[in-house]
């Protein structure tokens, strides 16, 4: 008797510290609470003491994933995933990911947390504590496709961008840091996207009925309506060549001076681009200059056929007087490119819309990079040059002129194997050699090598059937030989 007196006295004690804890232990516990096992309108706790239970000074109810029910979370799972922990607190989809992977592949989640294994730190376990890599290495590594460290918007740390999130809202993400979703908030509320879309890498997509880059601008007819307008004739929304506002398209490549586009039409149906024998956006030789365009179909004039009027019916002119009309400034008929038929120039190979031109003398491949980028991304290709967009410039559009290293830094990226300068034939910008433009044969990383030691054929070197790589001839596909003056491929019809 005395002892089961103790055990009483003792579980009394005890109470105040299980109520206590509650939040924490098994829903089953909280039948203790309750008169019986009937409704939650049995539970002796008052409404206010069963919330303050279930929520963290200042959150919502059950982390807002759950109801509370006599002082303990009942979690709901409302998206993919699991929800536990005492106030539904953890989730084990919300733990950081990089390059596509939860903590790196080198930790686990651990309620909403990344636990990193032995060697690595960082809010994804993407950092490693010893880094074996050089500083070359580990910063080409955190170079975007134009070549930029972090897409400027950060600093590289052993071959891993850690962006410049200095109010710690992690708006700037991505490998590169190449997202910036700041550029998704609306000034004027300073929600994102105005409340009526989501954010993906610095751009707004909007719910139905709404537009605008914040989506903060409504439509006055029904999404019903909306694709109803902009549904063309072959069943696409503008016919996958433009963007649907409101029940009207806005058609995609539009002419630079702002006038009528090669996409128009209500739907843009029409591609004045079929009509061009080889595309180039500044050019008017619609229909090979013997016919008109009509919503992406040539009408040819008498005496031409083809989709393109390329062809003429009979050759009124001699082989020389033939030969004369494709002869170019190189001595080659159809600028060593094409082959010539009735004074008109058929380029190939056949399909590649970058050679074009009269006599075939525009070479859009001498645009790209090693990396096969177009003026790396910053500017457009014409007739072979790139026309840079501002705050860039070089042959490939490859140098930004603000630069956000110091000079030392700079300076040491553009050190030769010799240690000297960009080899003593250029200058240093950004961390990168800007060799002399008077001296167009000088290239190379740091101005290393000498194009003129590419062999030379009629005049052009690597015939324009390439690109010269530090004095050797690396010849586009189908080309070969020094000069690459030898076509591989068969005869044109």
């Known amino acids: 008797m005395y002892i089961q007196g103790l055990l009483s006295l003792g579980l009394l004690l005890l109470m105040p510290s299980l109520i206590i804890l509650l939040p924490a232990v098994p829903q089953s516990f909280s039948l203790s609470l309750r008169s019986g096992l009937g409704s939650a309108s049995s539970c002796r706790l008052s409404q206010a003491e069963s919330e303050r239970r279930c929520r963290f000074p200042g959150g919502k109810l059950c982390s807002g994933r759950g109801h509370c029910d006599c002082g303990v979370c009942i979690c709901q799972v409302t998206e993919p995933g699991k929800y536990y922990g005492p106030l539904c607190e ?100 300073g929600e994102m996207c105005t409340g009526h879309g989501k954010c993906y890498c610095g751009n707004c997509y909007c719910e139905a009925g709404w537009h605008g880059d914040k989506c903060e601008l409504q439509c006055d007819i029904t999404p019903w309506e909306i694709k109803k307008r902009c549904t063309s004739p072959d069943g696409k929304i503008c016919s996958n060549r433009g963007t649907c506002v409101c029940g009207e398209c806005t058609c995609h490549d539009v002419d630079p001076t702002g006038d009528w586009g090669d996409i128009h039409g209500d739907t843009c149906e029409c591609d004045e681009r079929n009509c061009k024998a080889l595309y180039d956006r ?90 096969g980028h177009v003026c790396s991304g910053h500017g457009i290709c014409s007739c072979g040059r790139c026309i840079c967009k501002d705050g860039w410039f070089g042959k490939l559009c490859q140098h930004p002129r603000k630069c956000n290293m110091t000079e030392n830094e700079s300076r040491s990226f553009c050190e030769s194997a010799d240690d000297t300068m ?72």
């Open 282 to 371: 500044y050019s008017d030789d619609f229909c090979s200059g013997h016919g008109q365009c009509n919503c992406g179909r040539c009408d040819c004039k008498e005496g031409w056929v083809g989709k393109k009027c390329e062809h003429p019916r009979s050759c009124p002119i001699s082989a020389e007087e033939s030969a004369k009309k494709c002869q170019g400034s190189s001595h080659l008929p159809c600028s060593g490119r094409g082959k010539c038929e009735c004074g008109q120039c058929t380029c190939f190979p056949p399909g590649d819309s970058r050679i074009y031109g009269k006599i075939c003398e525009c070479d859009n491949r001498q645009c790209e990079d090693i990396h």
């Open 90 to 189: 953890c989730h084990e989809w919300v733990c950081e990911t990089y390059d596509g992977e939860t903590c790196a592949g080198h930790g686990r989640c651990d309620c909403g947390k990344c636990k990193c294994e032995e060697g690595w730190y960082g809010d994804a376990c993407q950092y490693p504590v010893t880094c074996n890599l050089t500083r070359k290495k580990s910063n080409e590594m955190c170079k975007n496709s134009q070549d930029i460290i972090c897409s400027n918007a950060g600093n590289c740390h052993c071959g891993r961008c850690r962006c410049d999130n200095l109010e710690g809202n992690g708006l700037i993400h991505g490998k590169y840091c190449e997202c910036d979703d700041r550029e998704c908030i609306d000034e004027e509320t």
């Open 422 to 493: 960009c080899s003593g034939k250029g200058s240093c910008h950004c961390g990168k050699c800007v060799c002399s433009p008077q001296e167009w044969y000088i290239t190379g990383e740091f101005c290393e090598c000498d194009d003129r030691d590419c062999d030379k054929h009629d005049g052009l070197i690597c015939t324009g059937n390439g690109i010269c790589s530090c004095g050797n001839c690396e010849c586009w596909e189908g080309w070969t030989g020094n000069a690459c003056e030898i076509w591989l491929g068969t005869e044109y019809p």
